[in-house]
Structures are given as structure tokens and as C-alpha cells.
């Protein structure tokens, strides 16, 4: 592939890429995250495709010299567009994984704060200790029975 439409293609993958990162940021900063796992198979195909190009480019960079120089600023455009959609990717996806570790703590706390009350009937058809029914707590436990 001569260097011109390896250009074009490498530009073409970045700019697919960027809108696919702004597409995911778009749906983190909206809190829509169960949205995001549609965006993951073409995402990765075209990281896959934008790393493989970029190896190659780094391989053979002095091809890159006989590309045009409105081409090669065009890559650069696209590139940095890129890294500024990858930088703001990160900072989404670390404050969505923050909000979801505060998020899972204050259940586990609230869970472990929730008194649990004794359920069912005495041996008389009454509930139980009606005055404590609220500080009494249930205790867990399993019956083995074999025939």
C-alpha cells in the first residue's frame, strides 16, 4: 500500500475512533453507562486496526515523507482530536468508576446499619416480644435433615 492511502486509512480509523470515544463520553457524562457496552465490538476492532496502522507508520517512517504536506497535517488534526477524546475518555470512565465505588459503599453501609426483625409467630399464635420486636435481631441458621 503505497504511503498516500495508508495516510488516508490511518486518518480514517483515528477519526471513526475520536467518534467513538466522544460518543462513549457523551454517554458517561449523561450517566447512560448500560448504553456504553454497544460501542465496545466496533471500539475495539478499530483499536485493533489504529494500533496495527500506527506499528506500521512507526516501521516505516520514512514513507511518511513523500505524503503531501496538507495530507500529513490532516493526520495530525485527527490525531490530536484523538488524544483529546482519549484524555477526557479517561477522566469520564475514572469519575463513573468513583461514583459507582461510592455508590456500592453507601449500600454496604446502609446494609450493614438496617436492623432486621424477627418475623413469624410464637409458640401461643402471637408475634414474639412485640415490645422488642425492633432491637431483636434474627440469627441465620440451617436445619440438616436426613431420611
Same mark, same amino acid.
Given at each position: 500500500?503505497? =504511503? ?8 480514517? *480509523? ?16 449523561? $450517566? #447512560? *453507562? ?24 512507526? +516501521? ?8 503531501? =504536506?496538507?495530507? #500529513?497535517?490532516? $493526520? ?8 483529546? /477524546? ?15 465505588? #461510592?455508590? *456500592?459503599?453507601?449500600?454496604? +453501609? $446502609? ?7 424477627p418475623n ?7 408475634? =414474639?416480644?412485640?415490645? #422488642?420486636?425492633?432491637?431483636? /435481631?434474627v440469627i =441465620? ?7
Amino acid at each position: 500500500m503505497d =504511503p498516500t492511502a495508508r495516510t488516508h486509512e490511518l486518518i480514517d *480509523v483515528t477519526e471513526s475512533l475520536t467518534a467513538i470515544l466522544d460518543q462513549e463520553n457523551t454517554l458517561l457524562t449523561e $450517566l #447512560r *453507562v448500560k448504553e456504553i457496552g454497544a460501542l465496545q465490538q466496533e471500539k475495539t476492532s478499530l483499536s485493533g486496526l489504529y494500533e496495527l496502522r500506527m506499528r506500521e507508520a512507526v +516501521q516505516d517512517a520514512g514513507a511518511f515523507n513523500a505524503v503531501a =504536506p496538507e495530507i #500529513r497535517e490532516q $493526520l495530525r488534526l485527527a490525531s490530536e482530536a484523538f488524544d483529546r /477524546s482519549a484524555q477526557q475518555n479517561a477522566r469520564a470512565l475514572r469519575a463513573a468508576l468513583e461514583m459507582n465505588t #461510592r455508590m *456500592v459503599h453507601k449500600i454496604a +453501609q $446502609l446494609a450493614t446499619k438496617q436492623e432486621t426483625r424477627p418475623n413469624g409467630y410464637g409458640a401461643n399464635g402471637t408475634t =414474639p416480644y412485640t415490645a #422488642r420486636r425492633g432491637k431483636m /435481631s434474627v440469627i =441465620p441458621m440451617t436445619l440438616n435433615e436426613q431420611l
